[in-house]
């Protein structure tokens, strides 16, 4: 990796900045804003349609590029305009029945837990939760019987909690779920773009991603990853509109093949593309490079925390580019202030956006820093130094 000319594409960084919140929304390389600005401006011109049909082959892209990065098919993927779209229309797909069971996890995000309590409120539908094992690992055997007792509609995980720098095992959770012929939905909203993601070996039948956070794309994109499996057996989301099937008759349609059908047919083609972009950046580097990179910088954030008395909260044997921590008697405002005092981008959560982990934890919130590859070893101690310092005020 050339961090020289990482540094350079990215004109976020020339104003002395540590960004250190690509877990919230990252800075975009200058090639993302740069393509949709002059896409706007085409529109601008033109009009949307006109521009739509000019740049066909350019936008078809998105698809080649998100199979090449998740190592599947440019059918199965869908663009989205969040993840949080992505996952709404999956599960919109499956249609769920009163006393159905859905399996996830106790680290799951926020969003998804609201949306099954919804589903639990209007439809009735059974919330568990597997366990996890002492070291803090998902407990498969508990997942295994939960499957045989309950025969679940759906199995979802979150691959990275968003307020914890914890790994779930999503490939042994995939291989429980195959064995099982249950569907399986993986949250990688937190994954995807810092390290590499392989949709095969997780073996998921749905996966979510969003274009903000370590992809570093804009904001209003993501995608959707649909199975084989899924397209052939027909699942579609509820609402469809003409993006997703083909009207045959009068009172009937024939769904489109693809995860296309999983899209509406407006979309912000602007934002389309800027995503494309990014996803292009993230390969030509490498998911891998990527990967090895930021673990280097985590490990020392972490263990720099650790010696200068943070509380680290991260807990877990495999553990991503998320360092939550606090002050050694749970303090949060004297770091936010050293923080912002020093240029410092990053980012709080509280207990209501982590209510089953922090409730174990006992603690109310942490301060999450997400450092990525744009970032160097030497703003990691330069960063450490001023949070050891602000101990000794």
């Known amino acids: 990796m050339d961090i020289y000319q990482i540094r350079k594409d990215t004109r976020g960084l020339s104003d002395g900045k540590i960004f250190l919140n ?8 200058d090639v993302v804003v740069d393509s949709m600005a002059d ?4 529109e601008e011109q033109f009009g949307g349609y006109e521009v739509a049909g000019r740049n066909a082959e350019l936008l078809e892209q998105f698809y080649t590029e998100t199979a090449k990065l998740i190592n599947c098919q440019p059918r199965n993927v869908a663009f989205m305009t969040s993840a949080t779209e992505a996952f709404a229309k999956a599960l919109s797909s499956i249609i769920f029945q009163e006393g159905d069971c859905i399996i996830t996890t106790v680290d799951d995000y926020i969003s998804n837990q609201i949306t099954f309590i919804s589903l639990q409120k209007k439809l009735n539908v059974k919330i568990i939760r597997m366990k996890n094992l002492s070291d803090h690992e998902l407990d498969l055997e508990d997942l295994e019987n939960l499957i045989r007792t309950y025969r679940p509609k759906l199995v979802s995980v979150t691959h990275i909690p968003t307020n914890s720098g ?29 390290m590499a993601v ?13 274009g903000r956070k370590f992809m570093r794309g804009p ?6 990853y649909v ?22 008759e009068y009172d009937n349609y024939e769904l489109f093949t693809t995860a296309k059908r999983f899209e509406h047919w407006e979309i912000s083609y602007a934002a389309l593309l800027g995503f494309t972009k990014a996803i292009q950046y993230a390969n030509r580097i490498g998911l891998q490079n990527i990967e ?4 280097n910088l985590s490990v020392t954030l972490r263990q720099n925390l650790r010696n200068s008395g943070f509380q680290v909260w991260d807990l877990g044997n495999h553990l ?35 209510l089953i982990d922090f409730t174990h934890k006992n603690i109310s919130g942490i301060v999450r820093l997400s450092p990525h590859y744009f970032n160097t070893l030497e703003e990691i101690e330069k960063v450490s130094l001023i949070l050891k310092n602000s101990l000794l005020q």
């Open 292 to 295: 090895s990179y930021n673990k």
């Open 198 to 210: 392989d949709v095969e070996k997780i073996g998921c039948d749905f996966l979510t991603a969003t």
């Open 166 to 194: 914890l790994v779930q095992n999503i490939e042994g959770v995939g291989k429980v779920c195959r064995k099982h012929h249950v569907l399986y939905l993986v949250d990688a909203c937190q994954s995807v773009g810092q």
């Open 39 to 42: 896409y706007l401006h085409q």
């Open 22 to 29: 690509n877990a919230g929304s990252s800075l975009m390389p």
């Open 219 to 224: 904001r209003g994109s993501g995608f959707l």
């Open 227 to 248: 199975s084989d499996r899924v397209l052939e057996e027909d699942y579609a989301p509820i609402l469809l509109d003409m993006r997703g099937a083909n009207w045959s």
């Open 320 to 354: 991503s580019s998320i360092i939550t921590f606090c002050g050694p008697d749970g303090d949060l405002e004297k770091i936010q202030k050293f923080l912002r005092e020093h240029n410092i981008f990053f980012s709080v959560t509280y207990k209501n956006s982590a």
